[in-house]
């Protein structure tokens, strides 16, 4: 008995330090293959059905059509399952698929008819989008798309749109999408037995060419939750019939993590999805889009999520590093609790919401709630509506090192939080750069180039938190004001003055520079700030540089991927009375009574530049670069 026992334990122990297994696959395997190099799979999810703890699946070459629904995860950091493009191999993952047999049914309109087995359980032309602050501005949308060449249509309102004679648009498409008379139309009508497609192909024949349809939700997304601790890298992936994602509903992406932790998003080229690229959110539930649009209904939603175990240590701290996403209708990365003590770095966020064909809320870059000791680090935001929206429970949150511009509505919004959260070393390049209706933000050696809003908000009681927790510690509305804003570069457009009469609060049409925090009822804090070409200061601040004179000859400058600000300073910069900006200098917010510091709870100190240079001790230089010399400055930012 003994000689048995002694055996069992010592085959467990070996068992312990068996090699993690790779899968392989390819385009010209077969599922039935044991998945080695020599004998690769066909699918993905082939691969993942076979995927234990610990183990890899490396995709070579070539196209998948499938959606991939990891069937568990990994056990730890260090036992990931790990899903990844072969190195150096173009790896396309797509919801879509290729379509031919195209029939003309008049001058640049083609019609295609396919029996709806084609689509099996899912068909997204039959599919509405709808949900939680949704406007489909008095239309319908569904999550299907058309494709030419990569590029995707725009689907009309109506059949009679897309039959229109060539050179005429519908109304609505001059105000929704900024290519007018450039774009294509399709439209779709799904019958008992057929699903039909119209589209406009003009001057091209699509049987000739790379016409796809979406066919799938995702392309990479676990059917449950709590998949914990998968790496997903180096995969081209597109074309996903993804839903609305309010804060109140499942989040569905295109890829997502679907109520886990502790997942790895890198290095991959995300795309094309109706609504959202990347999902961190929430889990489903019979309350899906019952809120009836009201903070009461979030506040409800929230009651149920710690219930069903948001918390610390079951929820969140992805990796979201690397990956160059657009073409999302919604957001490029949504998360309602789900992205909470994660990082979001390295990003290239471009062409959200662009095409505006529907409206409401949640469009944005990066649209998070409770973005809890979140990092939203060194992202590259542009082309998009609203570049980064923190709304509610945004505390502990770090915002550092990002660079912002050609933003439609705001760089940075950030709504009915209470702090503590610091947002420092970025550049806000776009014509308004703050909306600020919350309070106990710290802002530190920023570029503002555009206008800040500031606006309390009264009518809603909003959560805030014991510290790197997300329990909920008690509800209060927005007061405005309590902000921190230290050693920040603030440049107006050379306007005259910028400012109205001082007993005139701007409200929503906001103003260049910090004077418009005069009319909060909460006071800030300022110090080492300067003030250029007609932006103004705090009325309470002591000693600001102000120089009004001066012109910044500011403009960002594009070559490929390549990014180049030009920017002229004078020897002001120097005159600015800064200090190192740390815990002990920002003090504590006022609503939750906490100090500024770091998600795991150390002291804060910003003592490195947007380049990740070391700041000056005593007298570091105002704005996100340390020390960057006078006159025409040439700066290489991405």
């Keep these: 008995m003994k000689a048995i026992l002694v055996a069992c334990l010592t085959a467990l122990a070996l068992a312990g330090t068996v090699p993690a297994a790779q899968f392989f696959v ?15 799979l066909h699918t993905i999810q082939r691969g993942a059905e076979l995927a234990q703890s610990g183990d890899v699946v490396t995709v070579r070459q070539g196209v998948y059509r499938e959606s991939i629904h990891p069937p568990r995860g990994g056990n730890s950091d260090k036992k990931r399952i790990v899903y990844q493009a072969a190195r150096g191999e173009k790896v396309e993952l797509k919801g879509s698929e290729a ?23 899912f068909n997204p032309y039959r599919d509405q989008i709808h949900g939680d602050w949704f406007d489909p501005r008095g239309r319908e949308h569904h999550t299907g798309a058309v494709y030419l060449n990569g590029d995707w249509l725009v689907e ?21 999408d900024k ?15 057929n699903t039909t497609i119209w589209a406009q192909f003009k001057g091209e024949n699509p049987n000739e060419q790379l016409v ?4 799938r939700r995702t392309v990479f997304y676990p059917d449950q939750p709590g998949r914990n601790y998968i790496t997903v890298r180096g995969f081209t992936m597109r074309q996903a019939a993804t839903p609305w994602a309010p804060p109140t509903a499942e989040q569905i992406g295109l890829i997502g993590t679907h109520w886990s932790q502790s997942w790895i998003i890198e290095n991959n080229v995300i795309s094309h999805s109706i609504c959202s690229g990347v999902a961190l959110g929430k889990y489903g539930d019979q309350w899906d889009n019952t809120s009836a649009d009201t903070a009461e209904g979030y506040v409800k939603t929230i009651d149920r999520a710690l219930q069903n175990g948001w918390n610390r240590e079951t929820i969140g701290h992805h990796i979201v590093r690397n990956n160059t996403i657009s073409h999302c209708e919604q957001a490029g990365i949504v998360g309602s609790l789900g992205p909470a003590f994660s990082t979001v770095s390295g ?3 471009h062409d959200i919401h662009v095409r505006r064909l529907f409206s409401g809320a949640e469009m944005a870059g990066i649209k998070f709630h409770a973005a809890i000791d979140t990092v939203i680090r060194n992202n590259h935001i542009y082309r998009t509506c609203r570049g980064l929206w923190l709304d509610w429970m945004a505390q502990g949150t770090r915002v550092s090192g990002n660079l912002f511009h050609d933003n439609a509505y705001q760089d940075l919004f950030v709504e009915v939080d209470h702090g503590p959260f610091v947002v420092d070393n970025n550049l806000f390049l776009s014509s308004v750069n703050l909306l600020d209706m919350s309070e106990g933000g710290a802002y530190t050696h920023n570029l503002f180039t555009g206008k800040i809003i500031s606006r309390p908000e009264p009518s809603r009681q909003t959560p805030y938190h014991p510290a790197h927790s997300t329990t909920v510690a008690g509800l209060i509305k927005i007061r405005g004001g309590d902000d921190r804003f230290y050693n920040n570069l603030l440049i107006g457009t050379g306007e005259p003055s910028g400012r109205p009469p001082a007993a005139k609060d701007p409200e929503w049409g906001g103003g260049f520079g910090l004077w418009v925090y005069d009319f909060r009822e909460l006071p800030l804090q ?3 700030n300067m003030y250029l070409n007609g932006a103004h200061p705090y009325a309470n601040e002591r000693d600001p540089v102000m120089q009004e004179a001066s012109d910044s000859n500011l403009k960002l400058v594009q070559d490929g991927n390549h990014f180049t600000l030009y920017l002229t300073l004078g020897p002001e910069l120097k005159r600015a009375d800064t200090k190192l900006v740390t815990t002990a200098l ?30 000056n001790k005593t007298h570091p230089s105002p704005g996100p670069f340390e020390k960057p010399g006078q006159g025409e400055l040439i700066l290489k930012l991405w």
């Design 26 to 40: 390819a385009p010209d395997g077969d599922d039935t293959n044991p998945g080695t190099k020599a004998a690769p």
């Design 99 to 121: 379509i031919k047999n195209w029939v003309r049914a008049q001058d640049g309109v083609w019609q295609v008819t396919l029996p709806n087995s084609f689509f099996g359980k």
């Design 156 to 176: 009309a309102a109506r059949l009679d749109e897309v039959l229109m004679p060539a050179g005429k648009t519908p109304s609505w498409l001059t105000d929704g």
């Design 179 to 193: 290519r007018a008379a450039n774009t294509q139309l399709w439209f779709a009508q799904v019958g008992q037995f």
């Design 212 to 215: 796809e349809i979406n066919v």
């Design 347 to 349: 990003n290239t966020i």
């Design 526 to 528: 300022t110090g080492g």
């Design 586 to 615: 920002l003090g504590k917010a006022k609503v939750p009574g906490l100090s500024y510091e770091t998600p795991a709870g150390s002291p804060l100190s910003i003592d490195t530049d947007y380049f990740g240079r070391p700041r």
